[in-house]
């Protein structure tokens, strides 16, 4: 297995272009999640996702979309980017969001600054 | 709303030593606790999973902790090597997936040769 793979390591945007961070997970994994991570501030949730067709927000949801079409990716969409989304963002899965059995896995992160 | 405290925020030991980190979190209503670990640049790998009902969990040199009721959980590492360098992060999980999963700003471990 793969585990949680998201690509790509490193992005640099200008302010106002789009981009989609990928995510993908081979684990058959029914839990989703992006989180990013900030300097001071830990890593925050920003959507997650139960299922398939199904998504919702988490802590810190402006400016960023999700969908969730297959069980393997949920791809994070940055749809005007701006300086204050400059992060590391990592994605994360789990078998199930209901069970306490099942640890939380992460990918590798996407570094992504916007100038 | 959960908060989740890591203490010390950094620490530094010779090698050899056994060390104990700790994690305390404000709601006990949890599903389970886990602890991560990560090194500079990369991703986060998780270490121990520890369930609401159990007490304990054990890998190698690595034995953490759970007091739900009390909100604490300790992470102790035997015979710490130069290779326990990184950052290590406690993180609750509350169910359910709406609130993910909540961290601590992390203890940063530095093991001198």
């Known amino acids: 297995n793969a585990g949680v793979t998201q690509t790509p390591k490193f992005q640099v945007l200008k302010t106002g272009q789009s981009m989609t961070l990928q995510c993908a997970q081979d684990?058959?994994?029914?839990?989703m999640s992006w989180y990013r991570q900030d300097p001071g501030m830990g890593l925050r949730l920003i959507h997650y996702?139960?299922?398939?067709?199904?998504?919702d927000q988490g802590e810190v949801p402006n400016g960023y979309n999700v969908s969730r079409s297959t069980t393997e990716d949920f791809p994070l969409r940055l749809l005007s980017a701006a300086p204050s989304q400059t992060s590391v963002y990592f994605c994360?899965?789990?078998?199930?969001?209901?069970?306490?059995?099942?640890?939380?896995?992460f990918g590798p992160g996407t570094r992504l600054t916007v100038t | 709303k959960q908060e989740v405290t890591q203490i010390p925020a950094a620490l530094s030991v010779p090698e050899g030593e056994n060390l104990v980190l700790n994690c305390s979190f404000t709601?006990?209503?949890?599903?389970?606790l886990q602890w991560f670990r990560q090194d500079p640049g990369k991703g986060l790998t998780s270490l121990l999973l520890?369930?609401?009902?159990?007490r304990e969990q054990t890998s190698g040199r690595l034995n953490a902790s759970l007091d739900k009721s009390s909100g604490r959980s300790t992470l102790y590492i035997a015979a710490s090597q130069p290779g326990d360098s990184a950052t290590y992060l406690c993180?609750?999980?509350?169910?359910?997936?709406?609130?993910?999963?909540?961290f601590g700003k992390g203890t940063h471990l530095i093991i001198q040769p």
């Open positions: 684990m058959n994994h029914e839990y």
């Open positions: 993180a609750v999980y509350s169910g359910g997936g709406a609130d993910g999963l909540t």
């Open positions: 520890i369930q609401s009902s159990q």
């Open positions: 996702s139960v299922g398939a067709g199904i998504t």
């Open positions: 994360a899965s789990s078998y199930s969001a209901n069970s306490a059995t099942y640890e939380q896995y």
């Open positions: 709601d006990s209503a949890i599903y389970n």
